[in-house]
């Protein structure tokens, strides 16, 4: 199976997780907390469930690693060359305070590149997928299907668009920020939940993501494919690609996710420089 046909089956499948999820959401679920007191609920492990066993059914010989089931040794996961990273449920949060801004994660990582990536919204059966060199697409619940593309330059009434988190942000990040507005004019902030920040961008409805908070590998891999297949880039505050590494913590440096040509980009890169 190509990597394009193995994308397309795993968009049904981050679909049949969202409808195990959705039987639970706003409906009083209960909460527990984690080692490192994140939420979990039964709606994240019954996607989990649904995830793992239908990619052992697609590609039984590609080793798993969800938040779900993280516990696993680097010894172990240094001998991996092609792995899923998942989060069954992204945007845990959203997810209790019953927001519609949660998604299904699946990436498909070799050797510590994304080969693609698909993000699913539970809510209204959503879907965007893609991967660099793969394209990526908007598939919409009724069937029709687009694809999508960053935006290079802002639109035409010149309002750049940085998207932030409405829980996450940092000195750090309000510091990158006033530096971008000194250098492309007054920003317009677009707040959205989980890895739907990375769709934002591949549609080419916003023109930055720049994350300098804490985040983990299953956040963010998933919509990392689909913005680098609609001509986008993931990069570190040392202007390098972004990538997956096997290693011993799971959380991510921070990065900066934006149009792979856009004309301000040196700039954005001097400013995380600089930091």
């Known amino acids: 199976m190509s990597d394009q046909q193995l994308m397309h089956e795993v968009v049904k499948l981050a679909l049949l997780a969202g409808n195990a999820i959705l039987p639970y959401w706003r409906a009083d679920v ?21 995830i793992v ?41 959203e997810f209790i305070a019953g927001s519609e801004e949660f998604t299904v994660n699946i990436a498909l990582i070799e050797n510590g590149e994304v080969v693609f990536g698909v993000v699913t ?27 999508i593309q960053v935006r290079n330059t802002p639109p035409a009434d010149g309002r750049f668009t940085v998207v932030a988190s ?26 959205i939940g989980s890895s739907l920040k990375f769709c934002l961008l591949a549609e080419g409805s916003a023109d930055c993501y720049p994350r300098l908070a804490p985040t983990s590998q299953w956040d ?38 934006l149009p792979g040509t856009a004309r301000w980009r040196q700039a954005l890169v001097q400013l995380a420089l600089a930091m």
């Not at 510091?175 to 902030?189: H, I, K, P």
């Not at 880039?233 to 440096?253: K, T």
């Open 30 to 50: 209960a909460v527990q907390s984690k080692a490192d007191d994140s939420p979990v609920t039964a709606a994240d492990l019954a996607a989990h469930q649904v």
């Open 53 to 93: 066993d239908g990619l052992q059914a697609l590609a039984p010989q590609i080793p798993v690693l969800s938040e779900e089931d993280c516990n696993i040794p680097l010894a172990e996961r240094q001998g991996w060359q092609r792995w899923w990273l998942v989060d069954p449920l992204d945007g845990t949060k």
């Open 121 to 147: 919204m539970p809510t209204n059966g959503r879907a965007y997928f893609g991967g660099r060199g793969l394209g990526a697409w908007r598939a919409e619940a009724d069937g029709q299907v687009v694809a």
């Open 166 to 191: 409405r829980r996450h942000s940092s000195p750090e990040q309000e510091a990158l920020l006033a530096g971008l507005g000194a250098a492309v004019g007054e920003l317009e902030l677009a707040n």
């Open 220 to 257: 963010t891999a998933a919509a990392q494919g689909v913005l680098e297949g609609a001509g986008g880039e993931v990069i570190g505050l040392d202007g390098q690609a972004f990538r997956y590494p096997p290693r011993e913590s799971l959380l991510n440096p921070f990065f900066l996710a």
